[in-house]
């Protein structure tokens, strides 16, 4: 098994390791019985932290013009947020700034239907986020390997990518 897992790209073992622990927490809260909007207020924040870490996918959406997909505000949101939020000295504060904007849509959606707790979405927020970072410290997942894949890619995940000008989009 030990080959097979080696011979894997790091991609690979970012989506596997992120599906089964996905799977993982899924289950329980389907085992424990909770109210279908909860589950999915839980899945919504697990997936939407799942599309910030992808290696590349920030820089693949910054680039194409692909403004009003869904993903691509979640992306610029996310973005924006590392811009203006500048807490350094606070430890986890990646991991804080990235759960602001999926518990906003979840109030966002709790206010507009009554219904949900953001209770669900702080815990999907913190299990990618504590998934993501045992498997870094177990080495799983290699932080140098993930953000290498792409050239524009910053060696730090912290620090958000320049968005491109119009201009140089079209040269």
Known sequence: MKK?????SSMSHYYIISMMSFIFFFSILNFINFDFLNVCFFTMSFIWHFALMTPGLTE????????LSFLSVVV???YYLQLFIR???IPFKGSMVRAISPVLFSFLLMVLTG???ILFTLLGSFCF???YFLAIKMGWLQ??????????LPDDQEIPPTIPSEESAHE
Not at 60 to 67: E, F, G, P, T
Not at 143 to 152: A, E, G, I, Q, W
């Open 4 to 8: 097979i897992w080696d011979r894997l």
């Open 60 to 67: 693949l959406v910054l680039h194409r013009k692909n403004r």
């Open 76 to 78: 610029r949101v996310n």
């Open 87 to 89: 807490a350094d000295k």
């Open 115 to 117: 219904n949900g707790k």
């Open 129 to 131: 986020e504590s998934v």
């Open 143 to 152: 932080n140098n390997n993930l953000f290498n894949l792409t050239s524009t």
